[in-house]
């Protein structure tokens, strides 16, 4: 069994930054990527960025490239969002998952684990 806790969200200005973590507890799968996804209520979840844990191949939605960046830190089985520049519409209930595959996906079903999610929240 997987367990994923994320932590890091909460109240900034517009322009801000935040930085997520995700720690997951137990190495779940021999290759696998995990993601970040956010929602809003009444929106579908939406994908945010992806990582090849073991290449550290990434990939982001565009309304988020060159503003924020994933990572990974293997030894402490921990992924980060790293959230530069952030504006009112990058508010959201932000999610991390894991996938057994080390293809990156954007799509929330190709998931398999999940954590509880963190709030943030970016004032104008």
């Known amino acids: 069994q997987v367990q994923l806790v994320e932590s890091g969200g909460g109240l900034v200005q517009a322009g801000g930054s935040l930085r997520l973590s995700c720690a997951a507890s137990?190495?779940?799968?021999?290759?696998?990527?995990m993601g970040w996804f956010r929602q809003v209520p009444g929106k579908e979840r939406e994908f945010v960025a992806a990582?090849?844990?073991?290449?550290?191949?990434?990939y982001y939605a565009d309304s988020v490239k060159s503003r924020f960046t994933i990572s990974r830190l293997n030894a402490k089985n921990t992924e980060y969002l790293q959230m530069n520049s952030l504006q009112p519409d990058d508010t959201a209930v932000y999610y991390c998952?894991?996938?057994?595959?080390?293809?990156?996906?954007?799509?929330?079903?190709?998931?398999?684990?999940w954590g509880q999610g963190t709030q943030v929240t970016v004032s104008s």
């Open positions: 998952a894991v996938r057994n595959a080390g293809r990156v996906a954007t799509i929330p079903s190709e998931y398999d684990y």
């Open positions: 137990g190495r779940p799968f021999s290759d696998y990527a």
């Open positions: 990582i090849n844990w073991s290449t550290g191949d990434t």
